[in-house]
């Protein structure tokens, strides 16, 4: 039954105005990578429907491009691209009044040559005596310039700017290292659930207790591991099987924990019956528990794949800096710092990096819920 | 005469000259195929295409693989790699003074005796070079352990000529005049100045910049030497005479495009745009010899910007004082590839390869000059054989904890408002923390 | 490395695991069955299998670092000499660090707080709404990207130019079209810490509202519709009724909250690198262990103090959970 009373209303628009709170930044970050690079650093992406003014400065062509009409030396060309849709408004001969004319005026330099331009950038130039400079003079310039999308710079970090490259890397980063995790975890949480053996209680504590090590506490040390590792085998130190495992080893505690919970809330019952006709604890493992825990699985998997995607300083310490080896985040972080010019690359970068988790979290939103909520709610 | 004098002077004037070990042309090294050098290091975009392709160079000779990786959280994350033996074969240091550092914590090899001749034979004031790199590993020896790789010079105003000449302004020759030129743009309804202090995580650098040219031109260089090795404190009142000179440009909102507090929210990289936007977010730019490569594209050098030599007081005859600096290359592994890699960047080829796209200074004597990207490089020397005093940049070589740690975030405080005594005294703290 | 060579190393790795646990099962497996179901050690031996990887990876990545961390901060920079309490006296007279634990103390008040006070109110005006699920997901969305990525967004509405420039980040935008001046967020002192957290808040706040819709589920429907058809208003239902029965729930979010926030690191380290006094311990530690020379006497004390932290509070949870349990 949907109520139309005044608090059902005013309910709606409270969440509604969550909601537009909550997406307007995601948003912003849309369309400023849908908009032209030019514009991206002049206006703020709310004006992106309406029509931009921009002020540039060209240079005219110089002496190589002078012809001879009458008396005059002429230079005539042209300071937009084709389509670019600008219109000139105004326009100026010196730094100090770049508005100084409009379109159909007559300019006049101080050596007393003269320009003229008019609205689609075509300007001429004419002198009485020859042109001698390689470079000409600056004209300055006021257009409109309509709203435009495109999708330049999607194309452009993509393939360039090592972003497709960085995607892959980090596909290669994070897919062993949620199932490797999963392999390895799923055994021992077992074990912890069904089998008995000296220490386990211990062993489980211990678990628990290792949520507690900060990240940042373990990189030194197993960095060093590595290394020494890498010295006896000859091989490098940082490498993508080097981060799985750094990856495995800092969530073998959050995954062993959810996987057991789970596992003990499965029926005792089905294993004793299996134990008696003789099945070992590896065949109950693989023909009743595995198809059993899949939504368990695909939960877990979830958000370690997210976490292990969205990671920053594991992939930043366990992987060299090339464009073979770096992951998105650390890309992107990069990017923050160097390209305050190049914003298109900066807001599309962001967006491409982002795809794959907002994918994942819409497709498979249930299980990623259920896993958060594990254990964290009453039945 | 200033043993760095000689360095630099040789580096813009002798790479006219070809007195070298080599013939010349191209590169040629043994065969490698199968070899891989990493080399990791601060330089992002557009350098670390630059080095990119020099490192191509390397590989067509030789038939190896290289890369190059970079962060500007470097000094950061260079530690981490060298603290657990899984440091890059080749590390860029931007400074003599974290590559000491590396040498103390065992992370670097000695280059050897060959590396060294090459030095001494091929740059310019050779064993200038070699002291500066050489350094004490962590036994308390000193091995040669670095080549310095692109140099610079920092004393240096840019600015653009057009706009100059449209409001009638000339280049001050004089501190007051450059003062004086500020507040009469300031009047003109202008902005003077365009700094930024932002990069990464080395932000507050630019401002040690200033800080150094300041100091040059406020005290005699014992004084610069003695601050340089914390033998006169760094809160000592003479070095916050120069910080507030430094306020008396940064932190007056009038002379700095989007006033004091975007200085170091800027980010260096951008800073220097303010000169080509129309109209004209400001008129001039500190800044070293680098910058260029990060103008907007299709600017030129002489035509659309030059620069001018950031200026001494005429009152305090101290001569006309000039701050440069360098980065090195170290090793921290003696694999064939590796060395061989240092010996392949001792050949004229790399220099060349990057003296043609710009920003970029060397000692090397072997260097072709005409490959230089513009007489605006060539001016540089100018500016060298006039000085009368040079340094090398203090904050590259103070230890890092202070050079690239206090002394950068100090002066980002700084510009956000701390009093000069208060960061002075966080420095010194600092210093006093490692001794 | 070319990516035939990268997709051939990924399913090298995954093969290995899943190797060991077949074949050394099944060998298991097939000579038990040999000696006819007898063999002695058969759960021993099985026990170590199934145990086996986990524990070295335990060891090795967990249990080994906070020896390790725990031995390093009572040596000197290098873990070369022996200072003893030297670190620990030395964090408590430092100034950052004092700054950086009342900089996390911050955080912990206010983000959890927030986000689970947010979480649950959403959660409740989300539930009998039509398109509730839609406003959820939308909300929730912040959780599914990088802290990297949420500081690309927000740099968008922070993003502070000079007063006579255009703005471009849309905070400013706001306030300049209200008259004002705009502002560098970021630097500025104590709100900048604020800033940073309505980043995080944003992101959690997904996180609680996703727990509590789901426990929302469990409240009996019959009590709040006899409730609403004695004519309680919506208010006094959340108050008397909602709030009392999600009590545990909500505990568990928030404590759950401030067991991530204490970790913090990626945002600020992104967006500030702890400049402007944002920095949190975590920064601070990063800083000291690998800045300028890197001092990991300084950093390991700073890491036990994070991990000190986080104790209590997980040990509390735990508790909790034992003892709903236990019910």
């Known amino acids: 039954m949907r109520q139309f009373s005044l608090t059902s209303i005013l309910s709606q628009l409270l969440l509604l105005f969550f909601v537009i709170i909550w997406i307007i930044?995601?948003?912003?970050?849309?369309?400023?990578?849908?908009?032209?690079?030019?514009?991206?650093?002049?206006?703020?992406?709310?004006?992106?429907?309406?029509?931009?003014?921009?002020?540039?400065?060209?240079?005219?062509?110089?002496?190589?491009?002078?012809?001879?009409?009458?008396?005059?030396?002429?230079?005539?060309?042209?300071?937009?691209?084709?389509?670019?849709?600008?219109?000139?408004?105004?326009?100026?001969?010196?730094?100090?009044?770049?508005?100084?004319?409009?379109?159909?005026?007559?300019?006049?330099?101080?050596?007393?040559?003269?320009?003229?331009?008019?609205?689609?950038?075509?300007?001429?130039?004419?002198?009485?005596?020859?042109?001698?400079?390689?470079k000409g003079k600056r004209l300055f310039t006021t257009s409109l310039s309509p709203p435009s999308f495109t999708f330049d710079n999607y194309k452009e970090v993509l393939f360039k700017e090592g972003i497709g490259r960085a995607f892959v890397n980090t596909l290669a980063v994070a897919l062993p290292s949620t199932l490797i995790p999963l392999i390895i975890c799923s055994f021992f949480a077992y074990a912890l659930t069904w089998m008995k053996f000296f220490g386990r209680d211990t062993l489980l504590a211990l678990i628990i207790a290792s949520l507690v090590v900060p990240l940042q506490m373990s990189l030194i040390p197993i960095l060093t591991i590595y290394n020494d590792f890498g010295a006896v085998f000859g091989v490098a130190a940082k490498s993508y099987p080097g981060v799985w495992m750094a990856h495995t080893g800092f969530g073998l505690a959050s995954t062993t924990f959810l996987l057991r919970n789970f596992l003990k809330s499965l029926p005792n019952e089905m294993m004793e019956a299996a134990k008696v006709d003789g099945a070992s604890h590896y065949d109950i493992f693989l023909k009743i528990i595995l198809p059993l825990s899949i939504p368990a699985f695909a939960s877990i998997f979830i958000l370690q794949f997210l976490w292990c995607w969205n990671d920053l300083l594991v992939g930043l310490v366990f992987l060299d800096q090339v464009p073979s080896e770096i992951i998105l985040t650390a890309k992107l972080k990069e990017l923050l710092g160097s390209r305050g010019e190049n914003w298109e690359i900066l807001t599309t970068g962001a967006f491409v990096s982002m795809t794959v988790p907002l994918f994942i979290f819409f497709a498979l939103q249930r299980y990623f819920i259920r896993g958060l909520v594990a254990g964290s709610v009453k039945g | 005469m200033n043993k760095f004098i000689k360095i630099l002077l040789a580096t813009i004037t002798s790479s006219f000259l070809s007195f070298s070990a080599f013939a010349g042309g191209h590169y040629t090294g043994p065969d490698l195929s199968g070899q891989k050098v990493v080399m990791f290091g601060p330089w992002l975009?557009?350098?670390?295409?630059?080095?990119?392709?020099?490192?191509?160079?390397?590989?067509?000779?030789?038939?190896?693989?290289?890369?190059?990786?970079?962060?500007?959280?470097?000094?950061?994350?260079?530690?981490?790699?060298?603290?657990?033996?899984?440091?890059?074969?080749?590390?860029?240091?931007?400074?003599?003074?974290?590559?000491?550092?590396?040498?103390?914590?065992?992370?670097?090899?000695?280059?050897?005796?060959?590396?060294?001749?090459?030095?001494?034979?091929?740059?310019?004031?050779?064993?200038?070079?070699?002291?500066?790199?050489?350094?004490?590993?962590?036994?308390?020896?000193?091995?040669?352990?670095?080549?310095?790789?692109?140099?610079?010079?920092?004393?240096?105003?840019?600015?653009?000529?057009?706009n100059f000449e449209d409001n009638g302004y000339e280049v001050p020759s004089t501190m007051e005049d450059l003062i004086a030129l500020s507040d009469q743009m300031v009047a003109d309804g202008n902005t003077p100045w365009c700094i930024g202090l932002g990069s990464g995580a080395a932000t507050g650098w630019p401002a040690t910049d200033w800080m150094e040219d300041i100091m040059l031109r406020t005290h005699t260089p014992d004084v610069y030497d003695m601050w340089v090795s914390n033998e006169m404190p760094f809160n000592d009142p003479r070095v916050l005479e120069a910080m507030d000179v430094f306020g008396s440009f940064a932190l007056n909102d009038d002379y700095v495009n989007g006033g004091s507090k975007a200085v170091a929210t800027t980010d260096f990289r951008d800073a220097p745009n303010g000169l080509f936007t129309s109209?004209?977010?400001?008129?001039?730019?500190?800044?070293?010899?680098?910058?260029?490569?990060?103008?907007?594209?299709?600017?030129?050098?002489?035509?659309?910007?030059?620069?001018?030599?950031?200026?001494?007081?005429?009152?305090?005859?101290?001569?006309?004082?000039?701050?440069?600096?360098?980065?090195?290359?170290?090793?921290?592994?003696?694999?064939?590839?590796?060395?061989?890699?240092?010996?392949?960047?001792?050949?004229?080829?790399?220099?060349?390869?990057?003296?043609?796209?710009?920003?970029?200074?060397?000692?090397?004597?072997?260097?072709?000059?005409?490959?230089?990207?513009?007489?605006?490089?060539?001016?540089?020397?100018?500016?060298?054989?006039?000085?009368?005093?040079?340094?090398?940049?203090?904050?590259?070589?103070?230890?890092?904890?202070?050079?690239?740690?206090?002394?950068?975030?100090?002066?980002?405080?700084?510009?956000?408002?701390?009093?000069?005594?208060?960061?002075?005294?966080?420095?010194?703290?600092?210093w006093d923390a490692i001794k | 490395m070319s990516l035939l060579n990268l997709s051939f190393i990924v399913l090298l790795g995954i093969l290995i695991f899943v190797s060991y646990f077949h074949f050394s099962n099944s060998f298991l497996d097939s000579y038990n069955r040999k000696s006819n179901g007898r063999f002695k050690f058969e759960n021993s031996i099985r026990v170590v299998i199934f145990i086996l990887p986990a524990f070295i990876v335990l060891f090795i990545f967990i249990l080994y670092p906070v020896f390790e961390t725990v031995r390093l901060s009572f040596y000197d920079k290098f873990g070369r000499e022996f200072v003893g309490l030297y670190n620990y006296k030395w964090a408590i007279d430092d100034p950052e660090f004092r700054r950086s634990i009342l900089n996390n103390l911050g955080w912990l008040l206010i983000v959890p707080t927030f986000s689970t006070f947010f979480g649950l109110v959403i959660a409740n005006l989300a539930d009998r709404i039509w398109w509730g699920s839609i406003a959820k997901s939308i909300i929730f969305m912040p959780m599914a990207i990088s802290f990297v990525g949420a500081g690309v967004i927000w740099k968008f509405v922070y993003e502070y130019r000079g007063p006579e420039n255009t703005q471009i980040g849309l905070l400013n935008a706001v306030i300049v079209s209200f008259g004002y001046e705009p502002q560098a967020w970021l630097t500025i002192p104590i709100w900048n810490n604020v800033f940073l957290m309505a980043i995080m808040i944003w992101i959690q706040t997904g996180l609680a509202l996703v727990i509590f819709s789901a426990a929302l589920r469990s409240i009996p429907k019959e009590m709040i519709e006899a409730s609403r058809i004695d004519g309680a208003s919506e208010l006094k239902i959340f108050f008397s009724i909602i709030v009392p029965y999600l009590e545990q729930t909500i505990l568990v979010i928030w404590t759950l909250i401030t067991i991530i926030v204490l970790r913090i690191f990626d945002i600020i380290f992104a967006m500030t690198n702890g400049e402007w006094q944002t920095g949190v311990l975590a920064n601070l530690m990063y800083d000291w262990m690998f800045r300028g020379g890197g001092d990991s006497g300084r950093g390991s004390v700073l890491a036990i103090v994070i991990m000190l932290g986080v104790i209590p509070i997980l040990l509390w949870n735990l508790y909790k959970h034992k003892q709903e349990q236990n019910i």
């Open chain 1, 25 to 134: 930044p995601t948003f912003g970050l849309f369309i400023s990578s849908l908009r032209d690079k030019e514009l991206l650093s002049i206006s703020g992406w709310w004006t992106s429907l309406t029509t931009t003014e921009i002020n540039e400065i060209h240079r005219m062509l110089g002496m190589e491009y002078q012809i001879q009409e009458n008396n005059y030396y002429i230079i005539k060309g042209s300071i937009f691209e084709d389509n670019s849709g600008k219109k000139i408004t105004s326009f100026g001969i010196t730094s100090k009044k770049i508005n100084e004319f409009s379109i159909g005026d007559i300019a006049i330099f101080k050596d007393n040559s003269e320009v003229t331009i008019d609205e689609n950038g075509n300007y001429v130039w004419k002198s009485k005596t020859k042109f001698t400079k390689k």
């Open chain 2, 45 to 162: 975009s557009p350098e670390q295409e630059i080095m990119r392709e020099v490192g191509a160079i390397f590989e067509k000779a030789t038939g190896a693989t290289f890369e190059y990786g970079g962060s500007d959280s470097f000094e950061q994350q260079v530690m981490i790699d060298l603290k657990a033996g899984s440091a890059a074969d080749l590390v860029v240091f931007p400074q003599p003074g974290l590559a000491a550092n590396a040498a103390a914590m065992g992370g670097l090899v000695p280059l050897g005796d060959d590396i060294e001749q090459m030095v001494l034979d091929n740059y310019a004031a050779g064993q200038s070079w070699i002291d500066l790199s050489t350094y004490a590993d962590e036994n308390g020896k000193d091995q040669f352990n670095a080549i310095f790789f692109r140099t610079n010079v920092k004393s240096l105003v840019w600015y653009s000529p057009d």
């Open chain 2, 279 to 430: 109209p004209a977010e400001c008129m001039m730019h500190r800044q070293a010899s680098f910058i260029p490569a990060f103008f907007p594209e299709g600017v030129e050098a002489g035509v659309d910007y030059d620069f001018f030599y950031f200026p001494a007081f005429s009152t305090k005859d101290l001569g006309t004082p000039v701050l440069g600096a360098g980065t090195l290359v170290g090793a921290t592994n003696d694999n064939p590839a590796t060395l061989e890699f240092i010996r392949f960047l001792m050949h004229p080829e790399p220099h060349e390869y990057w003296m043609a796209k710009g920003g970029f200074l060397t000692p090397h004597k072997g260097v072709d000059g005409s490959k230089y990207a513009s007489d605006t490089f060539r001016k540089l020397g100018e500016i060298l054989t006039g000085a009368t005093t040079f340094r090398f940049d203090a904050s590259d070589l103070m230890p890092g904890a202070i050079g690239a740690g206090s002394f950068w975030t100090g002066m980002v405080d700084y510009t956000n408002g701390k009093s000069a005594k208060e960061v002075a005294d966080g420095i010194q703290a600092s």
